[in-house]
């Protein structure tokens, strides 16, 4: 293949200096260039990964470089006639070309499915068109928790302030320190998608937000969820009662069993006496017979109140009509439930309610239930307070202040009273200050929920030094439509509602 | 002892049941105490002769089961304690292992109450004559090394009306037969009884005699007479 073939193709040029040293100057510098080239193309390959094809790009290169060196061999055919060796180099380089075109061939589809920067810019429109219609706010955030994207709706949650480029810490202060920055710091660190939802104080919103790691740190969705959280609240709330209702129901259970099984036995011990005597054949003494029934009327009399008492609290009332009634009347059914139980424990239960008192707009069953909590609790406190004083006081008067006429009651009772760390947390729900097991821990927060709907207050306080429990309320309950009573109290711009 | 013998602590916060128990009981004979709760039944069981208490459960300032509590604690022995109530709130594990004999529930005959307190007083030896009119539900049958054992491992004790044992399965308030052989002492104890409570996390029962074979009843008693149980059903740990 290196032996030499006739005459050196210099002969052809009939060895002209000039027309020779264009052929060899031409030729080095295209074989120079074709070397260049494949170089060129491995640098642009190895700067942007990203882009596909690589396969015919190298195959591009190699038939450059194959193109080069029959160039070179050109060259050095002039003065030596390796024929075999500069045919064999074509022969190469051909086949080579051809594959190059078939690998074009085959890729030209792909190739023209790359999308053009037009392309991509409409994707990018596109994209950025749903990120700014959806209703949730979307954030991106850096390593550096620098904001680098907030959609129409994240920027809205800080009006007036640009979001981006400014750290996310610095634009929401007070996510300092919260539930927020814990769970944001797991998904920037540890890059797990994480899901929360966050009481935002200075707008008194909840929101519910999803963080998922990306490229350039995490991206938040979030959304406001006030309105569900108030839903949700209210039927806990609603549940709590039914709870409560029932709860109370088994606690008094157990009560009146006992309240009405102490009638039962005497009337049952003094029919059976009178009956035994009877049998034995011996007359009856009328007294005797008297002072039996005397026994046994006066004893049903007594378990029929019990009994009467129940009624009003075995309904609900949550769903009754606000109406005008007679806060007597309430005084004197709820105290009727309790009084018993107040006599045989040795505590004394004062009732003063001031006279002709207007009638109160409201739901009776409630007002009721709420003075049948305070009473309890009282008794409780003063039961277990191991006190030679024994006495719960129930005072229901005119309220002497305020812009517009108002009923005060107050429980107040002999107890150790309530100490400061408990005086706190007593109006959350489950908080008691009961043994477990015996108390209602609902009773209070959902007293004070009711006392609330009728747009009164349930206060704690003292009265010279003794435990006071204050429930203020309106004679008449305000007129409020019920789209104004249900909206949120400071509304927050667009975020619960539907794009515009 | 007759109950016509006896002193009746009556307890109660009902003063109008108080009166008639108390005329019921001394119809029949014996001598009545009144408190109008445990607390002042506690200070007339401090100063006076008391063979049995009859008490309510729940009672202001002090409830009947506070009293019991305060008893064993005070170790004072009372011979009888029954508990008369209108609410089965109790735990009768607890019950009679402080030595409460019988739970009767208001309202209360006449003759309940009677039985229930003649049975209380009798002497053991009395006890435990009549076989169950109907047969036994359930049966038990198994094998101990002795009583002492038996004892000292929690699989079985004796109390003033019963035993405690250690036996898996059984269903409270059933009647059951039981043969329990007790091999260093070599004798079979056989008999009849209410099974009272049971306990699934301990695997124990306690059961309440109520029929014993004669040679049973000798022993029953005489080991009685030696140890002196304060249980009417012990608990075994």
């Known amino acids: 293949m290196f032996s030499n073939v006739g005459m050196p193709h210099g002969y052809c040029f009939f060895w002209q200096p000039g027309l020779l040293w264009l052929h060899v100057v031409s030729d080095s510098l295209i074989a120079f260039a074709y070397l260049l080239i494949p170089f060129a193309l491995l640098r642009i390959i190895r700067r942007r990964s990203d882009i596909p094809f690589n396969g015919v790009v190298l195959a591009f290169g190699a038939f450059i470089l194959a193109c080069g060196s029959t160039h070179l061999m050109d060259v050095y055919t002039l003065w030596h006639p390796v024929y075999w060796l500069s045919g064999t180099l074509k022969a190469f380089t051909a086949v080579i070309s051809i594959a190059t075109f078939f690998i074009l061939i085959r890729l030209t589809p792909a190739i023209l499915k790359f999308p053009s920067s037009a392309d991509m810019r409409q994707l990018n429109d596109r994209l950025n068109s749903v990120l700014e219609s959806t209703s949730d706010g979307v954030l991106t955030i850096d390593f550096n928790w620098q904001v680098l994207y907030a959609n129409r709706v994240a920027q809205e949650t800080n009006p007036g302030k640009e979001l981006l480029g400014r750290s996310l810490w610095e634009s929401f202060p007070p996510l300092h320190g919260s539930t927020a920055e814990e769970q944001l710091t797991i998904a920037m660190v540890r890059r797990f998608s994480t899901t929360y939802e966050e009481h935002y104080p200075p707008y008194d919103q909840w929101f519910r937000v999803h963080a998922f790691p990306s490229t350039d740190g995490i991206t938040l969705f979030f959304s406001n969820i006030t309105a569900e959280k108030k839903l949700q609240l209210q039927l806990q709330q609603e549940k709590e009662l039914k709870e409560q209702r029932i709860e109370a129901l088994g606690h008094m259970a157990g009560g009146l069993a006992h309240e009405i099984n102490n009638p039962l036995s005497i009337i049952q011990a003094r029919a059976s006496d009178l009956k035994e005597i009877a049998d034995e054949g011996v007359p009856v003494p009328s007294m005797a017979v008297q002072s039996a029934c005397e026994s046994i009327l006066r004893t049903c009399g007594r378990a029929v109140r019990i009994l009467r008492g129940l009624q009003g609290f075995a309904r609900e009332g949550s769903k009754d009509p606000m109406q005008t009634a007679s806060v007597q009347a309430i005084a004197d059914q709820t105290v009727e439930l309790v009084v018993r139980r107040f006599q045989t424990h040795k505590v004394d239960l004062q009732v003063t309610v001031q006279p002709a008192l207007p009638g109160l707009e409201c739901r009776e069953v409630q007002i009721s239930q709420i003075i049948l909590n305070l009473l309890n609790n009282a008794f409780d406190a003063v039961d277990s307070s191991g006190k030679q004083e024994r006495w719960v006081r129930l005072q229901i008067a005119q309220a002497a202040s305020g812009d517009s006429p108002g009923l005060c009651i107050e429980v107040i009772d002999s107890g150790l009273g309530v100490d400061e760390k408990s005086k706190s947390h007593l109006m959350e729900p489950f908080f008691t200050t009961k043994p477990v097991g015996s108390g209602l821990g609902v009773g209070l927060s959902l007293s004070r929920a009711i006392a609330r709907d009728h747009h009164g207050t349930l206060e704690l306080t003292s009265v010279d030094g003794h435990t006071c429990f204050r429930l203020l309320l309106p004679f008449t309950q305000p007129q409020v439509s019920t789209a104004a009573a249900t909206s949120p109290p400071r509304k927050f711009p667009h975020m619960a509602q539907e794009p515009s | ?237």
């Open chain 2, 1 to 237: 002892m007759n109950v016509s013998e006896a002193i009746i602590l009556v307890v109660d916060d009902e003063p109008e049941l108080c009166e008639i128990f108390a005329a019921w009981l001394a119809r029949s004979g014996c001598q009545v105490l009144t408190a109008a709760n445990g607390a002042e039944a506690l200070v007339t069981i401090q100063s006076t002769r008391v063979d049995a208490i009859i008490t309510d459960i729940r009672m202001p300032i002090m409830d009947g089961v506070t009293l019991v509590r305060r008893l064993h604690e005070l170790h004072l022995r009372i011979p009888s304690i029954i508990f008369v109530s209108g609410f089965g709130d109790i735990d009768v594990r607890e019950m009679t292992s402080l030595g409460v004999e019988a739970l009767l529930t208001k309202p209360v005959v006449r003759h309940q109450l009677l039985a229930a307190l003649s049975n209380c007083l009798a002497r053991r030896s009395d006890l435990w004559l009549t076989p169950m009119q109907n047969d036994p539900e359930d049966s038990i049958d198994m094998a101990l090394a002795s009583l002492a054992d038996a004892q000292a491992n929690s699989t079985m004790n004796l109390g003033r009306g019963g035993l405690c044992l250690a036996c898996e399965g059984m269903l409270p308030e059933c009647s059951v037969a039981f043969a329990i052989h007790l091999r260093k002492e070599d004798i079979v104890l056989k008999g009849q009884g209410y099974i009272r409570w049971t306990d699934p996390e301990t695997g124990h029962i306690g059961l309440e005699f109520k029929f014993l074979d004669p040679s049973t009843r000798q022993f029953v008693v005489e080991t009685l007479a030696e140890q002196d149980p304060y249980s009417y059903i012990p608990r075994c740990c």
